[in-house]
C-alpha cells in the first residue's frame, strides 16, 4: 500500500483516492459479486463500500491497513445488501442428471450443484470461502478483513465448508421448498 | 458431492469462473468515482486544492478549516463563510467594498489570501470551470452577480440580474446556465425566473417558466428536468 496516497486520501484528495482505489476494485468487485451472487446487488455493495471507504478514511488509523479496511467495509456492504434484498433463500431451476453424464455435461452439472448449494450458505459462510478459496487470503488476513478473531475466522470456514457439503447433497435432491431451502446444517 | 476432481481445486476453479462473469469494471469503477467525488468530502476536497495552488495539503489553521467545512454545508457556503468573515484575522470588509484581490500562495503552510464579501439572502454555484458564482441576494453596491475564481482568489463582477432578488433559488444545468428562480424582488415582488448563461454572461427573463416562489429550492434531476416542492396550501400542483 502506498502510505502517502493513503495520507492524501484521507485528508480528502479524491485522485489520490482514486489511485489507491484501481487496482483494487476490479478484485473487490469480483469477490462482492461472488459473495452475492447477482451483478447488479455486487455493484451497490461495492458502490456503498468505495463510499464508505472514503469517508472513513480520516479514520484509519494504521494506513498500511487501508487494503484489510477495504475488504471490511466491503464484506459489510455485502451482507447490508444481501440481507436488504433478501434474496438468498431463491431456489435455482434444478437442471436434472438423467441427460447422459458425458464429461461436459458433468462439468455443467457440477456447476450447477455448486451454484445451488452456494446459494443454500449464509452470507457469513459465503464470506468465509470466497475470501480463503477466491481471494487466497490466510486466515489472518481474513481475520483482520472480517473483524473477528482468528479462531473464530477457522472454525466458521470449517462450518462453512461442512455447510457447503451438506448443501449440495442437498442440492442433488431436487425441489426442496420452505424451510428445506434454508442453509442445511453440517 | 458429485466432484470427482480434488474438491477444494474444483471450488477454487469454480469460483474464478463465477467472478469472471461479472464482466468489466471500468464502468463501475468510474461511476464509484464519480459518486465519491460529488460527496461532501470530495467537493470540499475541490475548492481546497483550487485554492492552494494544488499542493494538495491540508492547512493546520482552525479558521481555514471551519470555512472550508461552511463551503460544504451550504451550497452556498462559500460565499457564506466570506460573508462572515472567512479570514485569518475575522476583519470584515465594509458592504460592496471587496479587499483587493490577493494571489493565493502555493506554500503549504501559507493562509490563503481571500476577498472578503458582504452578501446575505444570495445563492452560489460552483462553473463547470470551478470558479463560484454568487447570484444575487443582498449586496448593497456590489452587482448582482459575481464570480469568485479560488486559482487566484479574485472576484470579478460578472453582470447583473434582469431584476434584483433574494431568497431564491438557483440550479446549475447540465448545458453550463444558471437557472434562477423564485426569492423576493427588492419592493417585496415575485421575480420571474431568469436564466443566466456564464460563457456569455447576460442573464435572460422567462416568464414562461412558473416557479415565482417564495424561498424556494430546485433540485437538477439526472435526466435534465428540475424537481422543485409544490408551493404550501396550492392544489394545483
Same mark, same amino acid.
Given at each position: 500500500?502506498? $502510505?502517502?496516497?493513503? &495520507?492524501?486520501?484521507?485528508t +480528502?484528495?479524491?485522485?489520490?483516492? &482514486?489511485?489507491?482505489?484501481?487496482?483494487?476494485?476490479?478484485?473487490?468487485r469480483?469477490?462482492?459479486?461472488?459473495?452475492?451472487?447477482?451483478?447488479?446487488?455486487?455493484e451497490?455493495?461495492i458502490?456503498?463500500?468505495?463510499?464508505?471507504?472514503w469517508?472513513?478514511?480520516? +479514520?484509519l488509523?494504521?494506513?498500511?491497513r487501508f487494503?484489510s479496511?477495504?475488504?471490511? $467495509?466491503?464484506?459489510?456492504?455485502c451482507?447490508?445488501e +444481501?440481507?436488504?434484498?433478501?434474496?438468498?433463500?431463491?431456489?435455482?431451476?434444478h437442471l436434472?442428471?438423467?441427460?447422459?453424464a458425458t464429461?461436459e $455435461?458433468?462439468?455443467?452439472?457440477?456447476?450447477?450443484?455448486?451454484?445451488?448449494g452456494?446459494?443454500?450458505?449464509s452470507?457469513e459462510h459465503r464470506?468465509?470461502i470466497?475470501?480463503?478459496?477466491y481471494?487466497?487470503?490466510?486466515? &489472518?488476513q481474513?481475520a483482520?478483513?472480517?473483524?473477528?478473531? $482468528? +479462531?473464530t475466522?477457522?472454525s466458521?470456514?470449517?462450518?462453512?465448508?461442512?455447510?457447503?457439503?451438506?448443501?449440495l447433497?442437498?442440492?442433488?435432491?431436487?425441489?426442496?421448498?420452505g424451510s428445506?431451502?434454508r442453509?442445511?446444517a453440517? | 458431492?458429485?466432484?470427482?476432481?480434488?474438491p477444494?481445486t474444483?471450488l477454487?476453479d469454480?469460483?474464478?469462473?463465477r467472478a469472471?462473469?461479472?464482466?468489466?469494471?471500468e464502468?463501475?469503477?468510474?461511476?464509484?468515482?464519480?459518486?465519491?467525488?460529488?460527496?461532501p468530502?470530495?467537493r470540499?476536497?475541490?475548492?481546497l486544492?483550487?485554492?492552494?495552488g494544488?499542493t494538495?495539503?491540508?492547512?493546520?489553521?482552525p479558521?481555514?478549516?471551519?470555512g472550508?467545512?461552511?463551503?460544504?454545508v451550504?451550497s452556498?457556503?462559500?460565499?457564506l463563510?466570506?460573508?462572515?468573515?472567512?479570514?485569518?484575522?475575522?476583519d470584515r470588509?465594509?458592504?460592496?467594498?471587496?479587499?483587493?484581490p490577493?494571489?493565493?500562495?502555493?506554500?503549504?503552510?501559507?493562509?490563503p489570501?481571500?476577498?472578503?464579501?458582504?452578501r446575505?439572502?444570495?445563492?452560489?454555484?460552483?462553473?463547470?470551470?470551478?470558479?463560484?458564482?454568487l447570484i444575487?441576494?443582498a449586496?448593497?453596491?456590489?452587482?448582482s452577480l459575481?464570480?469568485?475564481?479560488?486559482?487566484?482568489g479574485?472576484?470579478s463582477?460578472?453582470?447583473?440580474?434582469t431584476?434584483?432578488?433574494?431568497?431564491?433559488?438557483?440550479v446549475?444545468?447540465?448545458?453550463?446556465?444558471?437557472?434562477?428562480?423564485?426569492g423576493?424582488?427588492?419592493d417585496?415582488?415575485?421575480?420571474?425566473a431568469?436564466?443566466?448563461?456564464?460563457?456569455t454572461?447576460?442573464?435572460?427573463?422567462d416568464?414562461?417558466?412558473?416557479?415565482?416562489?417564495?424561498?424556494?429550492t430546485?433540485?437538477?434531476?439526472d435526466?435534465?428536468r428540475?424537481?422543485?416542492?409544490?408551493?404550501?396550501?396550492?392544489?394545483?400542483?
Amino acid at each position: 500500500v502506498n $502510505v502517502e496516497l493513503v &495520507e492524501r486520501a484521507r485528508t +480528502g484528495d479524491a485522485d489520490a483516492f &482514486e489511485e489507491l482505489a484501481r487496482p483494487l476494485y476490479p478484485r473487490l468487485r469480483r469477490v462482492a459479486f461472488s459473495i452475492v451472487g447477482e451483478v447488479s446487488m455486487a455493484e451497490d455493495a461495492i458502490q456503498q463500500a468505495m463510499l464508505d471507504v472514503w469517508r472513513g478514511l480520516p +479514520g484509519l488509523r494504521d494506513p498500511e491497513r487501508f487494503e484489510s479496511y477495504c475488504y471490511r $467495509v466491503l464484506t459489510n456492504a455485502c451482507h447490508s445488501e +444481501g440481507r436488504r434484498r433478501q434474496r438468498w433463500t431463491r431456489p435455482l431451476p434444478h437442471l436434472g442428471h438423467e441427460t447422459e453424464a458425458t464429461d461436459e $455435461v458433468r462439468v455443467v452439472n457440477d456447476q450447477d450443484q455448486l451454484e445451488r448449494g452456494f446459494r443454500r450458505l449464509s452470507l457469513e459462510h459465503r464470506t468465509v470461502i470466497v475470501l480463503h478459496y477466491y481471494a487466497d487470503m490466510t486466515h &489472518e488476513q481474513m481475520a483482520d478483513a472480517i473483524g473477528v478473531p $482468528v +479462531g473464530t475466522v477457522r472454525s466458521r470456514l470449517h462450518r462453512a465448508m461442512a455447510a457447503l457439503r451438506a448443501a449440495l447433497d442437498a442440492a442433488e435432491r431436487p425441489d426442496l421448498t420452505g424451510s428445506e431451502r434454508r442453509e442445511v446444517a453440517p | 458431492m458429485t466432484m470427482d476432481r480434488d474438491p477444494m481445486t474444483t471450488l477454487r476453479d469454480w469460483l474464478d469462473d463465477r467472478a469472471a462473469t461479472a464482466g468489466s469494471s471500468e464502468a463501475s469503477f468510474r461511476e464509484t468515482m464519480r459518486l465519491v467525488r460529488h460527496t461532501p468530502q470530495g467537493r470540499r476536497a475541490r475548492i481546497l486544492q483550487a485554492m492552494r495552488g494544488h499542493t494538495g495539503r491540508e492547512s493546520s489553521r482552525p479558521a481555514f478549516q471551519v470555512g472550508a467545512v461552511a463551503i460544504v454545508v451550504a451550497s452556498a457556503g462559500l460565499a457564506l463563510a466570506m460573508a462572515l468573515g472567512w479570514s485569518a484575522s475575522g476583519d470584515r470588509e465594509p458592504h460592496g467594498e471587496p479587499a483587493s484581490p490577493s494571489p493565493i500562495p502555493t506554500e503549504a503552510t501559507a493562509e490563503p489570501a481571500l476577498p472578503s464579501i458582504d452578501r446575505s439572502l444570495h445563492t452560489a454555484e460552483t462553473l463547470d470551470d470551478g470558479s463560484v458564482l454568487l447570484i444575487g441576494g443582498a449586496a448593497d453596491s456590489a452587482p448582482s452577480l459575481q464570480r469568485f475564481d479560488p486559482t487566484t482568489g479574485r472576484l470579478s463582477d460578472t453582470g447583473e440580474l434582469t431584476m434584483p432578488r433574494s431568497e431564491h433559488a438557483s440550479v446549475l444545468l447540465g448545458d453550463g446556465r444558471v437557472l434562477i428562480v423564485g426569492g423576493y424582488g427588492t419592493d417585496g415582488s415575485r421575480p420571474v425566473a431568469e436564466w443566466f448563461d456564464p460563457a456569455t454572461g447576460t442573464s435572460t427573463a422567462d416568464a414562461g417558466i412558473d416557479l415565482a416562489m417564495t424561498r424556494p429550492t430546485a433540485s437538477l434531476l439526472d435526466d435534465g428536468r428540475i424537481l422543485r416542492p409544490a408551493p404550501l396550501n396550492s392544489s394545483s400542483r
